[in-house]
């Protein structure tokens, strides 16, 4: 095997895959109602546009703006007790708790919340007319008491968002921040499984609006990924284009939590729900976001402190850094980036991917060879190490493993032949290490004058690029089902161990990891490769909010 395969699988799997604006709308087909499935997403849209409204219910009359619940009406505390059906797959989220359960003083918030980073709703969204008619209030559908006080702590900004519009009577911001968001909606894992390319809406029935609903969630309010049901993703304009005359005739968005609303889904309503979905798509906030869950996922300890180490690429793909119960894009959005970025079609392909990343044998092992001679000079001479002395000593190290090579070996089966190189193949290599160092040095100069290096420092070794990876790696095994949810822990415990003892500091940690994705993608063209990373490395090393600014290194 030549010096230089190393790269190879790298290139071939190791990319990363980037997140879509909108879901997996290229892989997910319409929806449909109960154990049929409708046509593809692209007939949906046109049919969707003809759509009637729905007839023959006992609900609420169509308005001709949405109509969400009011402030007040919540589910009952125990809807089943009341010999009413629940939603199916009633949150719970990703520590255990369902919504409606009490605060502890457990959730109270270990860092500042990510308000500042969430998008800003339009403020001239038009203001929506109140509806002229509700679904009866009964005493047992009020809120608990702990609801209607100020201890409820929502998961994320998201649902702080929406409970602050739902408070205020402001659903003109309300629809305008679900429109800013992923609504995920379950499904059965089997018949996904059989009919990737569709989506079935399963509603259920209200006993407030005695009708068919549809429950959707935000991010935060997902439970644990399990076994069965898996989730789809899909933006507020893709339920208003998908959305079928037989579908449902209310949307529950978030049912059972404080934040919950309810929308009327005529196609005067859609229409709306596509107006403000085209204006977030025109006023979204670039990538990188800083995103996490205040509610459910870790902010401290040795976990927090793994998911961490992927945090640049969750902070540049706007993912919550610290969901470690993870459901991504949804199932099929998940394992569809994983089958095109990374070749990975089965647990056992997830399996055999995390464990070379985790021993850090994705990256090439020229760089590591070439970045390994300048760290024992820097420790032979105790301090920096000039490119020309790094440039011979290592050609004599090639010249040097050429002529160990060439000699017969003696093992316990007897003499091992010699693999000799030739001297064309050993100064080809010579030539390939020294343009190396020549990128390298470049990239550095770069990374000081851009921050990410201070003056003096080096980069010592890139297996921060596949530490940080398997951090990734296995959350995203999770959202695809490849694992459960303790696998992916100790995946992301052992990736966060692994960066601590080969690295000093969070900002030595960001460098190596750039340099790597650098060295892989970006051809010394300094583009969209370096310039994303250079704006997550900044924004992780400066937000009040970021892990790196709250979690000790060691």
Not at 165 to 186: E, I, M, N, Q, S
Not at 353 to 365: D, F, G, K, N
Not at 431 to 447: P, Q
């Amino acid at each position: 095997m030549g010096l230089w395969n190393g790269e190879e699988p790298a290139k071939q799997g190791g990319t990363e895959p980037e997140r879509t604006a909108d879901g997996p709308v290229r892989s997910v087909g319409g929806p449909a109602r109960g154990a049929g499935e409708r046509e593809t997403l692209a007939a949906r849209d046109a049919s969707a546009a003809e759509a009637d409204p729905p007839t023959g219910t006992d609900g609420p009359p169509p308005r001709h703006a949405p109509a969400p619940r009011p402030a007040d009406p919540a589910p009952p505390t125990d809807p089943h007790a009341a010999g009413d059906p629940a939603p199916p797959n009633a949150p719970r989220l990703p520590d255990g708790r369902q919504p409606s359960d009490a605060p502890t003083a457990a959730d109270s918030l270990s860092l500042p919340r990510d308000d500042a980073r969430q998008t800003q709703p339009r403020t001239d969204a038009p203001t929506h007319a109140q509806p002229q008619s509700q679904p009866q209030v009964t005493p047992q559908s009020q809120p608990p008491a702990e609801w209607r006080s100020s201890a409820w702590q929502p998961p994320s900004a998201i649902e702080q968002e929406l409970y602050d519009a739902k408070t205020r009577g402001d659903w003109a911001r309300y629809v305008t921040a679900l429109a800013h968001t992923p609504l995920f909606v379950a499904d059965s894992r089997e018949r996904v499984d059989a009919h990737p390319d569709t989506v079935v809406f399963t509603p259920y029935r209200d006993p407030r609006t005695r009708t068919d609903c549809l429950a959707v969630y935000t991010e935060g309010m997902l439970p644990a990924p399990a076994e069965d049901p898996v989730f789809h993703s899909g933006s507020l304009g893709w339920y208003a284009r998908v959305w079928g005359p037989k579908d449902p005739p209310w949307l529950a968005v978030n049912p059972g939590s404080p934040c919950e609303a309810y929308f009327p889904t005529t196609p005067s309503h859609r229409a709306v729900w596509q107006r403000h979905a085209d204006r977030a798509a025109a006023t979204d906030a670039p990538r990188p976001q800083l995103r996490a869950l205040i509610v459910g996922g870790p902010l401290r300890g040795p976990v927090a402190h793994g998911l961490a180490c992927g945090a640049l690429l969750s902070v540049n793909n706007a993912e919550l850094w610290n969901a470690m119960a993870y459901h991504g894009g949804g199932y099929t959005a998940e394992r569809d980036r994983l089958s095109e970025w990374w070749g990975i079609t089965s647990r056992a392909d997830w399996q055999r991917t995390l464990e070379l990343l985790l021993r850090a044998e994705m990256t090439s092992p020229v760089w590591e060879f070439t970045l390994g001679i300048r760290r024992s000079l820097a420790l032979d001479f105790a301090g920096a190490v000039d490119v020309d002395h790094w440039r011979q000593v290592a050609e004599r190290a090639l010249w040097h493993n050429a002529a160990e090579a060439a000699e017969p070996r003696i093992t316990p089966e007897g003499v091992t032949v010699a693999q000799p190189r030739s001297d064309a193949e050993v100064r080809s290599q010579v030539a390939g290490v020294r343009r190396l160092i020549g990128r390298i040095t470049r990239y550095e100069a770069r990374f000081r004058a851009d921050g990410l290096l201070a003056d003096g420092r080096f980069v010592r070794s890139v297996e921060a690029w596949d530490y940080g990876r398997a951090s990734c790696m296995a959350r995203w095994g999770l959202g695809a089902r490849y694992c459960t949810l303790s696998e992916a822990e100790q995946a992301v415990l052992r990736a966060g161990r692994l960066s601590q003892a080969n690295y000093r500091s969070w900002a030595d940690f960001s460098a190596a990891y750039i340099l790597g994705r650098c060295l892989h993608f970006d051809e010394e063209e300094f583009g969209d490769w370096y310039e994303e990373m250079v704006a997550a490395h900044r924004l992780l090393m400066s937000d009040p909010g970021s892990p790196w600014r709250n979690l000790p290194w060691k």
